[in-house]
């Protein structure tokens, strides 16, 4: 019988100087059944002429070409193409192991699961490992129970938040696709396929090396931007307590009211809000502190440390932090 078909789409855009590492890396993979979807969304260096390139060579490569509207409609434009029973996504600027659909396709042909995570390594440009992250075993949850995890246990071994380094069944993005316009699109699609998910297995095997690129749009370090960024991890977080709403789901509701809360708290801390924003997120962390304040989640000792933060104000708060910790420094008579 032969092997189903495993679409792999990859977004381009001006990634010359890894492209042809990343293709070479899919069009080499011992699993050969493959449609690979490369979506150019208006590459203005030659990563256009080296899709083409690829496409001449390897019938299996199909090269669209779109203006320039951002990776989740690169993506999208992927999904709309997909011809195989099953999706991968691979980053222009990411490679993987030789082996990786294989092993992904023979574990998740043999379970019950929607899709299966492997790990992967963070490298630099030269390709040099910095860090694995990966499973000691395997492993398999439910996508609400990969969610509690994520948000409550995380140890930085799972891989539930980034769409890259999973083998998906189609039939989850029948009625799903990435939200346009936004940064951390993989963050923010992830639970609206998780919460579809019945069973997702995780294995202890390192197939995706994630690259740790200086010139990526999340690298961009102008005020500008930062508060661009800010602002779209509001708007996330905000999306994801409505999709909890929904699926009646109110402790995943509550781990996003204190992510957000102890991400406001730590980035005034560290005076890093980004000009402009510091009173919009004091408000928003106060609101959410309401919510959470007669809930059984967090303990009674985080309550009370969002309560101060609010009632006192960041800057009282901030001499608060810094006397505790110049008292904890100090030696012992």
Not at 136 to 162: I, M, P
Not at 309 to 330: E, I, M, T
Request: aromatic content about 10%; charged content about 25%.
């Amino acid at each position: 019988m032969k092997n189903p078909l495993i679409t792999v789409i990859i977004p381009v855009y001006n990634v010359e100087k890894y492209l042809r590492r990343c293709l070479d890396s899919v069009i080499s993979q011992t699993y050969q059944n493959l449609e690979i979807i490369c979506v150019d969304d208006g590459s203005t260096d030659h990563s256009s002429e080296i899709c083409e390139q690829y496409a001449l060579k390897d019938e299996r490569v199909k090269v669209f070409h779109q203006e320039n509207q951002g990776v989740s409609a690169a993506r999208n434009k992927g999904l709309d193409m997909v011809a195989g029973e099953y999706i991968t996504f691979v980053d222009s600027d990411d490679y993987i192991q030789s082996d990786m659909l294989e092993r992904l396709y023979s574990e998740l042909s043999k379970s019950e699961a929607s899709y299966v995570i492997c790990g992967y390594n963070v490298v630099n440009s030269a390709g040099i490992i910095l860090g694995t992250h990966s499973v000691g075993k395997n492993r398999v949850c439910s996508g609400a129970d990969g969610l509690r995890q994520h948000y409550y246990h995380s140890n930085g071994q799972e891989n539930f938040v980034t769409v890259w380094g999973k083998l998906y069944n189609k039939e989850l993005f029948a009625d799903v696709r990435f939200k346009a316009g936004i940064y951390f699109e993989d963050i923010h699609i992830m639970p609206y396929l998780l919460l579809q998910s019945s069973e997702v297995l995780l294995l202890p095997y390192v197939g995706y090396s994630y690259t740790q690129n200086e010139h990526s749009i999340t690298n961009t370090s102008s005020e500008t931007h930062r508060a661009h960024l800010y602002k779209n991890a509001f708007e996330i977080w905000k999306d994801h307590i409505e999709l909890y709403k929904r699926c009646g789901l109110p402790d995943l509701e509550n781990a996003v009211y204190c992510a957000c809360i102890s991400k406001v708290i730590a980035h005034s801390l560290s005076n890093s809000i980004p000009n402009g924003m510091e009173r919009e997120s004091l408000a928003l962390a106060r609101q959410y502190i309401k919510k959470v304040i007669w809930r059984s989640r967090p303990p009674i000792k985080q309550k009370l440390y969002y309560a101060l933060f609010c009632l006192l104000g960041p800057n009282v708060f901030k001499l608060l932090a810094k006397a505790r910790d110049f008292r904890r420094s100090k030696p012992n008579n």
